[in-house]
Antibody
Framework: EVQLVESGGGLVQPGRSLTLSCIASGFSFGDFAMSWVRQAPGKGLEWVGFIRRKGYGGTTEYDASVKGRFTISRDDSKSIAYLEMNSLKTEDTAVYYC?????????????WGQGTLVTVSS | DVVMTQSPLSLPVTLGQPASISCRSGQRLVHSDGHTYLNWFHQRPGQSPRRLIYEVSNRGSGVPDRFSGSGSGTDFTLKISRVEAEDVGIYYCMQGTHWPYTFGQGTKLEIK
């Protein structure tokens, strides 16, 4: 059974940093891209970015709203994807979901985690 | 960015009746590889989203066959043949052809 479990959310002050983790199980983690999607309270879904699998360079793509502040990485030996968030803003407050991408692309999103809430506030 | 526009935003439906949601994209969604990367997701209250449809018309694993997707170019539709109580929630379309990938604003389905 495919499972994705996010952790690391919490309350953080503006300008500070936070790193989220997404632990995967039930599939060959290294064969898939991994994506991050967020949802501000009471709002819709918004792409954050994704990381390709190593076989496709392990490269990343980010939405313009987070580019330069957020970094997605992966540790295939541990089946974990990370979202490092720096220079956080109040508008980054959201539930952050990790989701499985495809074997080539980041948009598959066939499995999602339960999400972890990040609140940016002073 | 490609704007995804859904309609209606609110959809009251009687149990057992059909429902239809439209999604229009600001650009054609045919990728250079020939595929059209248009997905549909369903999010029940308090839950994570679940993928229903990928590449316009392919049902995801375990998705009931009362859900169907269609469309091409810039106009896409999600249809539910007979609405059940578990279908309440918000439906989102999403394009994965052009980066950044973008979601529609969501359509809230409720039972009359």
């Amino acid at each position: 059974e495919v499972q994705l479990v996010e952790s690391g959310g919490g309350l953080v002050q503006p300008g500070r940093s936070l790193t989220l983790s997404c632990i995967a199980s039930g599939f060959s983690f290294g064969d898939f891209a991994m994506s991050w999607v967020r949802q501000a309270p009471g709002k819709g879904l918004e792409w954050v970015g994704f990381i390709r699998r190593k076989g496709y360079g392990g490269t990343t793509e980010y939405d313009a709203s987070v580019k330069g502040r957020f970094t997605i990485s992966r540790d295939d030996s541990k089946s974990i994807a990370y979202l490092e968030m720096n220079s956080l803003k109040t508008e980054d407050t959201a539930v952050y979901y990790c989701a499985r991408g495809g074997m080539v692309r980041g948009d598959s999103l066939d499995y999602w985690g339960q999400g972890t809430l990040v609140t940016v506030s002073s | 960015d490609v704007v995804m526009t859904q309609s209606p935003l609110s959809l009251p439906v009687t149990l057992g009746q059909p429902a239809s949601i439209s999604c229009r994209s600001g650009q054609r969604l045919v990728h250079s590889d020939g595929h059209t990367y248009l997905n549909w997701f369903h999010q029940r209250p308090g839950q994570s989203p679940r993928r229903l449809i990928y590449e316009v018309s392919n049902r995801g694993s375990g998705v009931p066959d009362r859900f169907s997707g269609s469309g091409s170019g810039t106009d896409f539709t999600l249809k539910i043949s007979r609405v059940e109580a578990e279908d309440v929630g918000i439906y989102y379309c999403m394009q994965g052809t052009h980066w950044p990938y973008t979601f529609g604003q969501g359509t809230k389905l409720e039972i009359k």
